[in-house]
């Protein structure tokens, strides 16, 4: 009896784990599909800072979405997104590129994920980052219908203490 009841505690201990692993191994399964969407993104905008064009960097974001700039600047919703980013590309970052440093993601739940990004600024001609241009920012992307966009980007430039 006794070894019965053994047995039994430990079938339903492994099954149990089993089942959490499946679990897990199905939500690894989509977030790998997730992060190549995180990427298409990233990757849109920097087409769009080449091309300097700030509503397709604008489109990356959901239609209320927000950017705060490295400078303070709010820009709100994906039209003053694209005015605001086609006014920097205009006068302050043209002829730049954007590049990734290191990237971290966190869920926060399921449709909704945190992307902490260092970058900087490559000038035209150039293969170095610009010292002035270490930045770290923070994205919010949101699944909404199966799509993932940015809701939010806020980026603060980095200063050495010394």
């Known amino acids: 009896m006794r070894k019965s009841i ?8 492994a099954a149990g784990l089993l ?12 977030r790998g599909g997730d992060q190549a969407a995180f990427d298409a993104i990233r990757e849109a905008q920097e087409a769009a800072w080449i091309a300097e064009d700030g ?7 959901h ?14 919703g994906r ?11 205009d006068g302050y970052i043209e002829g730049s590129r954007l590049h990734m440093l290191t990237e971290q993601v966190r869920y926060v739940e399921p449709d909704v994920v945190v992307i902490v990004r260092e970058s900087c600024l490559i000038d035209e001609g150039e293969t170095e980052c610009r010292a ?10 949101t699944r909404e219908r199966g799509e993932w966009l940015q809701t939010s980007f806020q980026n603060t430039r980095r200063f050495g203490f010394e």
Request: proline share 0%; charged share 20%; glycine share 10%.
């Open 55 to 61: 509503a397709a960097f604008a489109a990356t974001f």
């Open 6 to 13: 053994r047995f039994a505690a430990v079938a339903a201990a």
């Open 19 to 30: 089942a959490f692993g499946a679990a897990a191994a199905a939500e690894d399964r989509g």
């Open 63 to 76: 239609a209320d979405g927000d950017v705060v700039t490295f400078n303070g600047d709010h820009l709100r």
């Open 79 to 89: 039209e003053g997104i694209a005015e605001g980013m086609q006014y920097y590309f």
């Open 132 to 141: 002035d241009s270490l930045s770290t920012n923070t994205n919010v992307l």
